[in-house]
């Protein structure tokens, strides 16, 4: 087994590579039916996936690579901060989350996510659980593009990529607060508004996830700079 490359485009090729895989694991999970049973250990080993894409993105881009780094709070990530000269404050607002994520994932891999005497069965997999699931997705692609903005140059794709992933967390947000704030005792009217509201946040959501061909075209229809990958950005070879 060969160590990672530590190159900025080798690092950045397994976090993506990484990613997608995660992503089909998420596409395949409506085949499975109900919120436990082999539905739920799928998405636990997600969440342990998620947590250790981001530990390796994390762990090559220190300045020296140390034999070994582990994520497991807010003071880990802010130690790796310092040590690759970034502000803690870019990523503030990506602390909770992500310190949450690493949580869970102790919780899974540690105590095998179950309860506090540890002869419960654990807890069915909520859509609570799932729209959790998807700021730690958010929040860790966040961290990702600001890092990697801060420590280096970046292409116009990633940037746009970056830039989506922080109004879709703001969409989600907005969502979630428009969900929480339906109860039976408001006018019937007032419920249909704020439940269509909400459904327009959750679109415009997903909508900032898609990235178009014609988001890096000028008005002639050719590619804007820094638009176009070069063969090592690609992950190619000449």
Avoid at 29 to 57: C, K, M, Q, W
């Amino acid at each position: 087994m060969h160590p990672p490359v530590r190159s900025r485009d080798a690092t950045m090729r397994r976090f993506e590579t990484n990613m997608r895989r995660i992503g089909a694991i998420s596409k395949a999970l409506p085949a499975l039916v109900g919120n436990d049973g082999v539905r739920a250990d799928v998405i636990r080993a997600s969440v342990v996936f998620l947590h250790a894409t981001l530990e390796d993105f994390i762990r090559s881009s220190l300045p020296k690579q140390p034999a070994r780094f582990t994520f497991n709070s807010r003071s880990d990530l802010v130690q790796a901060l310092h040590r690759m000269r970034v502000c803690p404050k870019q990523v503030d607002d990506l602390m909770v989350p992500l310190a949450s994520l690493a949580k869970r994932r102790i919780q899974i891999v540690h105590y095998a996510d179950l309860g506090e005497t540890e002869v419960e069965a654990p807890a069915p997999w909520t859509s609570g659980d799932n729209m959790v699931l998807i700021h730690w997705h958010l929040a860790v692609a966040s961290f990702v593009y600001r890092v990697r903005k801060a420590t280096g140059p970046v292409g116009l794709v990633e940037a746009r990529a970056g830039q989506n992933c922080t109004k879709a967390r703001a969409k989600l947000f907005e969502f979630a607060d428009l969900t929480s704030s339906l109860n039976i005792g408001l006018p019937r009217d007032q419920i249909l508004e704020r439940v269509e509201a909400a459904g327009r946040a959750l679109d415009d959501a997903l909508g900032a996830l898609k990235l178009e061909v014609e988001m890096f075209l000028d008005a002639e229809g050719n590619p804007l700079p820094d638009a176009v990958l070069d063969s090592d950005d690609r992950g190619t070879e000449e």
